[in-house]
């Protein structure tokens, strides 16, 4: 298909260092917020989330930062392994019941 | 790993051809959506349903249709494939016992090639 959305930034990082991923929102009202992996060839899979209502979820190796005031999101991996190498999407739940808004996307490539 | 599946997972077909793509879940959830995804860019809200017999269109216009006859399954049908249709589809589905925090899982996903 034509392809009218936006190449997708990169990151490069050194097995062993921690990687951030940032990503930015528009809608104020969005009160729940999904970071997804995808690695090639495969669907979007859930790897945290995280409410309003919260500026900061921990998992095993990531954490989920949330900052309102600016509408901005970011994704910290710690330890970043080459099984890591992925395209991260943020996407958050706005006023549309149910519905998902996907963020632009970040290709991370973890480099042995 | 979520129970949501697509067929087939890749598919070459000539111009002109009526093509369904198909999404089952047994997960039980009655929210489903089709996605667009070129490679190496965003996802495209194509279509969704909030259950059986409910079908919307998303964000992206598509030529495509949907149907909701079941809970579990979510077919997409394009009558008239194009070049232009060549993409990867992803289909996905959650569940609302929480209004505001319904994660989404994704199938597979269809690569589409029209020739």
């Known amino acids: 298909g034509e392809s009218v959305g936006l190449h997708l930034p990169t990151l490069s990082v050194q097995e062993g260092d921690n990687s951030i991923i940032n990503c930015a929102y528009s809608?104020?009202?969005?009160?729940?917020f999904i970071w997804y992996k995808q690695e090639s060839g495969k669907g979007p899979q859930f790897i945290i989330d995280i409410r309003s209502n919260m500026d900061k979820r921990q998992g095993q190796r990531v954490t989920v930062l949330l900052n309102k005031t600016v509408k901005h999101l970011s994704l910290q991996i710690a330890a970043t392994q080459p099984g890591d190498s992925a395209v991260y999407f943020c996407?958050?739940?706005?006023?549309?019941?149910?519905?998902?808004?996907f963020g632009q996307g970040t290709i991370l490539t973890v480099h042995p | 790993e979520a129970d949501i599946y697509q067929t087939p997972r890749y598919l070459v077909i000539g111009t002109g051809k009526k093509i369904t793509l198909e999404c089952s879940q047994t997960m039980g959830h009655d929210k489903m959506y089709w996605y667009q995804q070129d490679p190496g860019m965003e996802l495209h809200l194509i279509h969704y349903s909030y259950g059986v017999n409910s079908t919307e269109k998303g964000d992206l216009s598509s030529e495509s249709t949907v149907s909701r006859i079941r809970t579990e399954h979510f077919p997409l049908t394009l009558e008239s494939a194009r070049p232009s249709h060549t993409s990867q589809y992803l289909c996905?589905?959650?569940?609302?016992?929480?209004?505001?925090?319904?994660?989404?899982?994704f199938g597979p996903g269809t690569r589409l090639l029209v020739l």
């Open positions: 809608n104020s009202a969005s009160d729940y």
């Open positions: 996905a589905s959650s569940e609302s016992h929480v209004v505001g925090q319904e994660t989404q899982y």
């Open positions: 996407a958050d739940h706005g006023t549309s019941y149910g519905k998902l808004t």
